[in-house]
C-alpha cells in the first residue's frame, strides 16, 4: 500500500508552500490515508480543507464513511453521514453501502433498516452492492 508516512511528510510539505488549493487533492490523501487504516491522520487531513479554501463533496465523505466502516468504527462513520447532511451534500449510494455492509457485520438490523428507510426518503436508489450487502 506505499509508505503513509513519507506521503504524510510531502502532503505537509506541499500544504507548507500552499501548491494545492484542491478538494481533489485532498481527497486522494483521505482516500489514500483511509485505506491503510489511518483514520485519524485522514480526518487531520479533513479538518484542513476549509483553512486552504476547499470544500468537501461527496466523495470526501463517503472515503471517510468508508475508511471508518472498514476499521470497524461504524459510530464514527455514521458521525460521517451526520456531517455530510449539516453540509448538505448530497447521499451517495456507495455511502450508504459501506454503512449498510458495516451494520450488517456489526448486527445492528435496525440502524440498517432506517438507513434502507433513509435512502428511499432521500430518493437515493438501492444498487445491486446494496442489496448483496443485505443478504451476504
Known amino acids: 500500500m506505499g509508505d503513509s508516512l513519507k506521503a504524510l511528510i510531502l ?3 506541499v500544504l507548507a508552500r500552499w501548491l494545492t488549493k484542491s478538494t481533489y487533492a485532498f481527497n486522494i490523501m483521505i482516500n489514500g490515508l483511509s485505506k491503510v487504516g489511518k483514520m ?3 480526518e487531520q487531513i479533513f479538518a484542513k480543507m ?3 479554501g476547499c470544500k468537501s463533496d461527496g466523495i470526501t465523505f463517503r ?3 468508508d475508511g471508518y466502516c472498514k476499521a470497524g468504527n461504524v459510530e464514527e462513520a455514521l458521525e460521517v453521514k ?3 447532511e449539516k453540509d448538505a451534500i448530497s447521499p451517495l449510494v456507495d455511502m ?3 454503512l449498510i455492509t458495516a451494520l450488517f457485520k456489526c448486527g445492528k438490523v435496525s440502524k ?3 438507513l434502507l428507510s433513509e435512502m428511499n ?3 437515493t436508489a438501492p444498487n445491486i452492492i446494496t442489496y448483496g450487502a443485505i443478504i451476504s
Open 11 to 13: 502532503w505537509n510539505d
Open 63 to 65: 472515503t471517510l464513511g
Open 50 to 52: 476549509a483553512e486552504f
Open 82 to 84: 451526520e456531517k455530510r
Open 121 to 123: 426518503k432521500q430518493e
Open 112 to 114: 440498517l433498516v432506517d
Open 40 to 42: 485519524d491522520e485522514a
Open 96 to 98: 450508504y453501502n459501506s
